[in-house]
């Protein structure tokens, strides 16, 4: 029951919701680059680059500046209820994108991601296969 009512009180207040979307979106992002550099660290059918790893937590970092200048520049120039609303919308739809990157990492969507799937990799370490295709 705790956990209902700490669901509910989050979206009756208008700043816990938006700020509950954004921590969502900081662990969603999280999770994405850390399937991302395990299997590409620990994998030996990937090629690991410090580069790319280094160019995916800057980019996760720019998307998230970005965010939060948008969310303060829309209240500021917009009126509440519209700025509400296109915040609400931009937090859902980047949200669903980590949801996508995730999915792809662990095979269950194609979005242009190089090298074996985190989820075969997982599979063939629990499997005992540590062996390369």
């Not at 095979?107 to 629990?126: S, V």
């Amino acid at each position: 029951m705790e956990m209902i009512n700490f669901l509910e009180n989050i979206t009756e207040h208008k700043d816990y919701y938006l700020i509950a979307l954004l921590t969502t979106y900081l662990v969603a992002g999280v999770v994405d680059w850390s399937f991302g550099w395990l299997n590409a660290r620990f994998n030996k059918n990937v090629q690991f680059e410090s580069g790319v790893a280094l160019y995916g937590i800057i980019k996760k970092m720019m998307y998230f500046v970005g965010m939060a200048l948008f969310m303060v520049i829309a209240f500021m120039v917009v009126p509440i209820p519209v700025a509400y609303t296109a915040v609400t919308a931009l937090f859902i739809g980047v949200i669903l994108s980590e949801a996508n990157s995730i999915a792809s990492h662990l095979g269950y969507t194609q979005d242009g991601k190089k090298g074996e799937i985190f989820k075969d990799f997982i599979k063939r370490i629990f499997d005992g296969n540590n062996s390369e295709k």
